[in-house]
T-cell receptor, first 110, second 114 residues
């Protein structure tokens, strides 16, 4: 059983559409990170959220950490083909224990 | 920004042989390094955690005698897959941690066992 449940698992949309990816857990995390990974490469950190209710924006990407620090969402506005990739959320329960969700594979078609 | 390298980036070996994968932090010292395995179209699964100068801590179900981890310095950790079998074929990724909020992934090593 995954500690972190990501949904949807797969998402295929047209360029210009908006989308939201969810990351949910029954556990409380001290911090949560979102990564994007392209085939054959390591994950690249997008953002770290640490405070319940925190919202961070990175250009067209908006990240939110739930008030209880158990869940998070990633919203992409006006998706572009360059956004295509595997999006992973990862929650840290203490300094070393970081667990990954199963990932959301996003395809943005031109 | 901080860089973590892995060597080799890809390797093909015959069944029964051993393969060593290196993970180096190039411009910082990593107190802890983590090794993950990722099968196609799946997420990262933590294999083990290693701190410099001490024995690695392996996740449940990961054979410590098969996946040997050595963390000899603050900038180098190695993962050796011993007596590799085709089912060990996977993408192996290391993560180097500076602090709980600062960590970096390597680019990964694709292992194919024939």
């Amino acid at each position: 059983t995954q500690l972190l449940e990501q949904s949807p698992q797969f998402l295929s949309i047209q360029e210009g559409e908006n989308l939201t990816v969810y990351c949910n857990s029954s556990s409380v995390f001290s911090s949560l990170q979102w990564y994007r990974q392209e085939p054959g490469e390591g994950p690249v950190l997008l953002v770290t959220v640490v405070t319940g209710g925190e919202v961070k924006k990175l250009k067209r990407l908006t990240f939110q950490f739930g008030d209880a620090r158990k869940d998070s969402s990633l919203h992409i506005t006006a998706a572009q083909p360059g956004d295509t990739g595997l999006y992973l959320c990862a929650g840290a329960r203490n300094n070393n224990d970081m667990r990954f969700g199963a990932g959301t594979r996003l395809t943005v078609k031109p | 920004g901080a860089v973590v390298s892995q060597h080799p980036s890809w390797v093909i070996c015959k069944s029964g042989t051993s393969v060593k994968i290196e993970c180096r932090s190039l411009d910082f010292q990593a107190t802890t390094m983590f090794w993950y395995r990722q099968f196609p179209k799946q997420s990262l699964m933590l294999m083990a955690t290693s701190n410099e100068g001490s024995k690695a801590t392996y996740e449940q179900g990961v054979e410590k005698d098969k996946f040997l981890i050595n963390h000899a310095s603050l900038t180098l950790s190695t993962l050796t897959v011993t007596s590799a079998h085709p089912e060990d074929s996977s993408f192996y990724i290391c993560r180097a941690q500076v602090s709980s909020y600062e960590q970096y992934f390597g680019p990964g090593t694709r292992l194919t066992v024939t």
